[in-house]
């Protein structure tokens, strides 16, 4: 039998590949995450992550600039708390001297340009490594989300362009909203992790930031009663419309690569811009690989990046951005 249609004809050569390629991944793409801590000139490893560290301010500023050269423009902020400014209010997230304010100032100051997401979350202001206030036992929702909005208040007026909440409270973006429309920042965008399920694979950011709920018999120990059940699908886009009611202007979806059948589905249900956090744990997984030579490390950093896009990414969350940067400059 003769075979008249061949899907081969046009993978026979590059510029024809190129021709037909559908996704094309670049440095527009990227929002770096980066860990924060106190000092000057003080740059930590974080052994779960090879190739990121914690940086001080100063430090912070600088690689900003180097990723800014490399045409990424925006980055995410995490910052390492002293165990001794922990409480069960989160209250130090609020203080307009601290090192998440700082940070935003020095960069802003510094960069323009550069756009700052600043994560807003009581994680690591928290005694107890939970995303909320503790009350009774257990995680409290409500007086969770005032704090939240102190937060992002005192945050936007620090410098921030577009807060990022990561606690999965209900009705947090709403109260969120309100406090930067009431305090006149009503061109502070919200980024809210909509569909962000309580995952193993945040373990080596945990570890960054010593920030994992801590062993304790009267809290939970885990994150499972405010983060999605990954045995769920349809629950993400119950999340996702929730927030873009409640005026979320991108919807985040978080872990990255197990989840891009929810990222597939999202894309085909909103119109919103949609953001996908390649998270720690995918990271560590190809570097531990890589090290041990099982597979080329620039070329699954670039695949899997683009793998994220072509499920419907608009914006990639990676630990990847400035390695995928120089490999995709080069
Ligand atoms: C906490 C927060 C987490 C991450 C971002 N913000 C961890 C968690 O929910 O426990 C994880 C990011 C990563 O693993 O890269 N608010």
């Known amino acids: 039998m003769i075979i008249h249609s061949r899907n081969r004809r046009l993978r026979m050569h590059q510029s024809l590949r190129s021709l037909v390629q559908e996704t094309t991944l670049t440095t527009n793409d990227f929002v770096m995450p980066l860990f924060v801590m106190e000092g000057q000139n003080k740059q930590e490893p974080i052994p779960s992550m090879p190739g990121i560290f914690r940086r001080s301010i100063d ?3 600088k690689e900003c600039q180097e990723l800014y050269s490399l045409g ?21 997230a609020y203080n307009p001297d601290g090192l998440m304010q700082n940070t935003i100032k020095a960069i802003k100051n510094a960069i323009p340009q550069m756009i700052l997401m600043p994560d807003v979350a009581l994680d690591p202001y928290s005694i107890y490594g939970h995303d909320g206030i503790i009350t009774n036992g257990q995680v409290d929702n409500d007086a969770t989300n005032e704090a939240l909005a102190k937060m992002s208040v005192s945050l936007a007026q620090s410098g921030a362009d577009i807060v990022a909440p990561s606690d999965m409270m209900d009705g947090r973006v709403a109260v969120i909203r309100q406090a930067l429309e009431e305090n006149s ?24 930031l010593d920030s994992a709920p801590k062993a304790n018999t009267e809290i939970p120990k885990d994150k499972k009663t405010y983060q999605m059940d990954f045995h769920n699908s349809r629950e993400a886009l119950n999340e996702v419309f929730k927030d873009i009611d409640e005026g979320a202007d991108i919807i985040m979806i978080k872990p990255g690569l197990p989840y891009l059948d929810i990222v597939s589905k999202v894309r085909d249900a909103i119109d919103l811009p949609i953001a996908v956090y390649n998270v720690s744990g995918e990271y560590a997984m190809i570097k531990a690989a890589a090290q041990n030579g099982w597979l080329d490390n620039d070329k699954a950093i670039i695949e899997s990046l683009t793998s994220i896009k072509r499920a419907g990414a608009d914006i990639i969350f990676t630990y990847a951005a400035k390695e995928a940067a120089i490999l995709l400059n080069s």
């Open 72 to 92: 990424i423009k925006a980055v995410n902020l995490y910052m390492k708390v002293p165990e001794n400014l922990k409480d069960n209010t989160g209250k130090e």
């Open 59 to 61: 430090l912070t500023v």
């Open 185 to 208: 920042f009503p061109n502070v965008g919200i980024l809210s992790y909509a569909a962000k399920y309580a995952s193993s694979f945040y373990g080596p950011f945990r570890s960054a």
